[in-house]
């Protein structure tokens, strides 16, 4: 069965580009260009999520938030705004908002923010969003890393790998670990991928670092962690 979400937003491209995107992941999508008719949409309670575009003509998207909440409704709300400030997240956020996307926003990461709601809604279970090892820190929904304070710049390919290894500190990942979970692939192409992105993800992650966290256990694989 499919999850069904509303998506309250005037400007017609966005609202397009959403839709679309969200279409194709298997959501279905029913749309409202304006807050009043948004908010009548949503008052009936069977949307699994909400994509709430702040300013909107009618009726603000802040004021359709309160009504939602003051009628009890809970269902869980993600803001898309061009206001970005810490006092208007903060300001979205305590109005009763379950997520704060800044505009312009990558559709990847306000698919990500949306099943992130679904998954705590259907479960309960708080959802993990943050990785860390030592100093160095993964956001997976802004997906940006630092270390040491100091923000790392990771090609796509290699922030999934490191991902990959934060999931495992401590643990020992073979190759074919890799091949499965970061390439998705179920054979050893016979090349030197690997081997190329641990040195690159090694050289940013580890130089002119007090330690290095990224280590080769010969014949083995890698693990990533604070002792050799």
């Given at each position: 069965?499919?999850?069904?979400?509303?998506?309250?937003?005037?400007d017609e491209a966005t609202a397009s580009y959403i839709a679309r995107g969200l279409g194709e992941e298997g959501f279905a999508i029913d749309?409202?260009?304006?807050g009043r008719d948004g908010l009548f949409l949503a008052t009936?309670?069977?949307?699994?999520?909400?994509?709430?575009?702040?300013?909107?003509?009618?009726?603000?998207?802040?004021?359709?938030?309160a009504a939602l909440r003051a009628a009890g409704i809970e269902t869980p709300v993600i803001?898309?705004?061009?206001?970005?400030?810490?006092?208007?997240?903060v300001a979205g956020l305590t109005a009763g908002a379950d997520d704060y996307l800044i505009k312009p926003f990558a559709f990847a990461e306000l698919l990500a923010r949306v099943h992130l709601l679904m998954r705590k809604r259907g479960?309960?279970?708080?959802?993990?969003?943050?990785l860390a090892c030592e100093d160095l820190e993964m956001d997976l929904l802004s997906r940006k890393v630092r270390r040491g304070g100091k923000s790392v710049e990771l090609q796509p390919r290699e922030f999934r790998l490191l991902e990959y290894l934060l999931r495992h500190v401590d643990e020992v990942v073979t190759r074919t670990m890799l091949l499965e979970g970061v390439w998705d692939y179920h054979f050893d192409p016979g090349t030197n991928v690997i081997d190329?992105?641990?040195?690159r993800l090694r050289r940013k992650l580890d130089e002119g670092a007090e330690r290095p966290l990224l280590h080769t256990v010969r014949g083995?694989?890698?693990r990533l962690g604070?002792?050799?």
């Open positions: 069965m499919s999850r069904k979400l509303l998506i309250i937003e005037d749309r409202a260009s304006n009936d309670g069977a949307y699994d999520a909400i994509v709430l575009d702040r300013m909107l003509p009618a009726m603000d998207g802040m004021a359709v938030l803001i898309l705004s061009a206001l970005g400030t810490p006092d208007d997240r479960s309960g279970v708080q959802v993990v969003t943050t190329v992105h641990i040195s083995a694989g890698y604070a002792t050799a």
